[in-house]
């Protein structure tokens, strides 16, 4: 979602949602479902309580879309805000999260480094198990997500250089890992 043109995009379907039209709904979950299915996925490490936390965020976008106010931001970060909240009180409902025994999780990432393509999600989520949270919802957002460093910096209030930097960062200790 790099495109100037799908920021407005989303933000006129997110109007004509609040107007009640249920094709742009159908358009804005068709769009988001599986990115934050895949999001979920990389924190969770759980294929239901992903799905489950999706279709929860699409229940609170509902119910919750008359609040959401254009002047006050783009509607894909009011909706990243709404997914982030969720996964917040999921893992405040819970105890801790294991990253041994990672289900099958196969394409999960996409391509965007020839080094993490090449290897499997569970090495990799056991390379992030060292990371701090908002490091590792970092870098779910950008390698599994496949958001840009503007939308990651809307949802989590970091600049664009400072998200550049981190990810570089969280790779060289990927590699350091891997060699």
């Not at 090495?123 to 990651?152: C, G, H, K, P, Q």
Request: net charge neutral.
């Amino acid at each position: 979602m790099n495109n100037p043109a799908d920021k407005d995009k989303f933000n006129n379907l997110a109007r004509q949602m609040k107007s009640g039209d249920d094709k742009a709904a159908g358009e804005i979950f068709n769009y988001f479902s599986p990115i934050l299915y895949r999001f979920f996925l990389s924190r969770t490490l759980n294929k239901q309580v992903s799905e489950d936390l999706t279709q929860e965020v699409f229940l609170k976008l509902v119910s919750k879309i008359d609040l959401y106010d254009e002047g006050l931001g783009n509607f894909s970060g009011w909706l990243w805000q709404i997914a982030r909240n969720s996964l917040t009180d999921y893992f405040r409902s819970k105890k801790e999260t294991a990253f041994s025994d990672l289900p099958d999780l196969e394409n999960i990432f996409s391509h965007k480094d020839s080094t993490e393509k090449n290897m499997k999600i569970k090495d990799i989520m056991a390379l992030t198990e060292n990371f701090n949270d908002d490091d590792r919802e970092i870098f779910s957002l950008y390698y599994v997500s496949d958001l840009s460093y503007r939308d990651i910096g809307k949802i989590t209030g970091k600049t664009e250089g400072s998200l550049r930097i981190l990810i570089h960062r969280m790779i060289k200790k990927i590699k350091k890992e891997i060699n």
